[in-house]
């Protein structure tokens, strides 16, 4: 059975920093995708971030880049999201997401065949 389980999100103040972590367990994604998406109350969930597990090539929405920095732990089926200079938008609870074959479509929630439960980060002002 595959699982995802997500950790590190919380409260932080704007301008501050979190690092969310996801494990993955139950089948390899090394020649997948994982990726961030994250859904804040009333609103889509949306694409975040997302790294291919060979080459570590990293994606990014607009709204982030420059801010958040997604890696994977080589030899694990890991996932992190370094989250730095937080607004109060970014506000959402955060998903990882994992496809064990890249289509292409990284920011898109169709890609992905399996999701963690969600960690709640909320930024105050």
């Known amino acids: 059975q595959v699982q995802l389980v997500e950790s590190g999100g919380g409260l932080v103040q704007a301008g501050g920093s979190l690092r969310l972590s996801c494990a993955a367990s139950?089948?390899?994604?090394?020649?997948?995708?994982m990726g961030w998406f994250r859904q804040a109350p009333g609103k889509e969930r949306e694409f975040v971030a997302a790294i291919r597990r060979s080459g570590g090539y990293t994606y990014y929405a607009d709204s982030v880049k420059g801010r958040f920095t997604i890696s994977r732990e080589e030899g694990k089926n890991s996932v992190y999201l370094q989250m730095n200079s937080l607004k109060p938008e970014d506000t959402a609870v955060y998903y990882c997401?994992?496809?064990?074959?890249?289509?292409?479509?990284?920011?898109?929630?169709?890609?992905?065949?399996?999701w963690g439960q969600g960690t709640q980060v909320t930024v105050s002002s």
């Open positions: 997401a994992a496809d064990p074959n890249f289509g292409g479509s990284y920011y898109d929630t169709y890609e992905y065949d399996y």
């Open positions: 139950g089948r390899s994604f090394s020649r997948g995708v």
